[in-house]
């Protein structure tokens, strides 16, 4: 994924979009974990602000996880916005410079592709859930809840609920 800077450099205020689709494999994403499904699309614009570049975007991806609750499968639908300053530095201090904070391209292209990587893991939702009312698996007999109610521990009923439901069975 690189983005051709030669034009964006030639001009102050200049902006040049850029738009890629790519995938888990090309981006070097655990496979077997396999987390993101279909392709992953990435969008944006860099702009030339003088003594750097600011690319900015955002990264579509679906994803593929388990419920935290009740381990159901699940899909993810992540937008991951992403803004970067980038600063052009000449081939010999390239190498140099890898292990800096500051990211850093020379020649006329800047590859995002480990941006979009470290994008993406840190928006990886660590305990999803399938659904905010999702009700979980029963700590007992880990029947999920969402499916049926299970018959242990007779679930400490709200009094308010219990003077309901005895209304309701009168019917
Ligand atoms: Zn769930
Ligand atoms: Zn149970």
Redesign the pocket.
Known sequence: MKINMSQVKKELGSAQSFSFITSAPELGLDTEQNFLLESVAVEGQVVNKGMSFEVTGKIDAKLKQN?S??L?D?ITQLTVPFNEEYREIDGKECEKNSDLEINCFCGDEIDITELVRETLLLAEPIKP???EA?R?LCPECGANL?INACSCNPVKTDPRLAVLEKLLSKD
Do not use: D, L, Q
């Open positions: 419920c609750r009740c159901e699940m859930v399938c659904s999702c979980g969402n």
